[in-house]
């Protein structure tokens, strides 16, 4: 009887991924913090915003941060851990995870717009002087009426008045690369062009902000996808249009009692400063 309660209060400590849970195993209530990997935009944008950083103004994410490499990993690291705290694009929140309020403001489009709340940051699509005519025009359907509606609707904040666009016809291949935080919004604006032009074939492949930057200015791809400003560096070799600004949404396990944490709080946690929810 003894061994099959323990078998069963070890099962109750796993989670549907296999996931210890916080308080099994000596959890305990310490803050498991995790992170986007060096070069998304989303963590270069996260870190600059809250003063993540060191003396130096350089990323300063504590080094014993779990690293997940997209959004979509992002988010199940978190809905699998009661203890973990991450940070994700705000387009892409689902009900797997709790957005906290950041200094008593909610995350949402209407507070991002009003400028309450802070944490919020471009989407930016980067390209050479060159850039094909299937590619400009590409683009034009993006900053277009029927582009920035898609991008409403997917949650993020588009521009007012936009043209409308008609089909040019046009024939060839546009190649575009970079933030995993872009591309769930970019595939629904790649599909809506390709039904419009069928003659041109849009690629989309993620692989964060700092790698679709380097693939534009390499000749690598035609556009490159930034959740971020671009350096001064990018700039220097690059020309960007800003499709959209989002926020980006502090999560936490769905069955945290956290709801609202400050900006200090948040920056402590990331710092390394603040380990434990019971401290806060």
Not at 19 to 48: D, K, L, N, P, W
Not at 86 to 105: N, P
Not at 182 to 191: I, S, W
Not at 202 to 225: Q, R
Request: proline share 1%.
């Amino acid at each position: 009887m003894k061994l099959a309660k323990k078998v069963i209060s070890v099962l109750a400590c796993m989670g549907i991924a296999g996931m210890a849970f916080a308080g099994c195993g000596g959890g305990g209530t310490g803050i498991h913090v995790i992170t986007r990997e060096e070069g998304s935009g989303t963590r270069g944008a996260f870190t600059e915003l809250l003063g993540v950083v060191d003396e130096n103004e350089k990323d300063a994410i504590i080094s014993s941060a779990e690293v997940t490499n997209s959004t979509q990993v992002m988010i199940t690291t978190v809905a699998g851990d009661r203890n973990a705290i991450g940070y994700i694009s705000l387009g892409s929140l689902s009900a797997d995870v709790k957005a906290v309020q950041l200094d008593g403001v909610s995350a949402t489009v209407e507070n991002v717009k009003n400028g309450t709340y802070k944490l919020a940051r471009p989407f930016n699509l980067a390209y050479k002087d060159t850039l094909s005519a299937a590619g400009e025009d590409f683009i034009d359907f993006i900053m277009s009426e029927q582009g920035q509606s898609i991008i409403t609707a997917e949650g993020y904040i588009g521009a007012d008045d936009a043209p409308t666009y008609t089909a040019s016809g046009m024939t060839g291949t546009v190649k575009l690369a970079g933030s995993t935080s872009v591309a769930p919004v970019m595939y629904k604006l790649q599909e809506a062009y390709m039904r419009l032009n069928s003659g041109v074939t849009v690629e989309v492949n993620e692989g964060g902000s700092s790698a679709g930057m380097t693939a534009a200015i390499n000749g690598a791809c035609d556009i490159g996808m930034a959740s971020r400003d671009l350096t001064d560096s990018e700039k220097a070799e690059l020309d960007f249009t800003t499709i959209a600004t989002d926020g980006i949404a502090v999560i936490v396990n769905i069955e945290n009692s956290v709801s609202n944490l400050t900006s200090e709080e948040v920056r402590k946690i990331y710092l390394g400063q603040l380990t434990d929810w019971s401290g806060r």
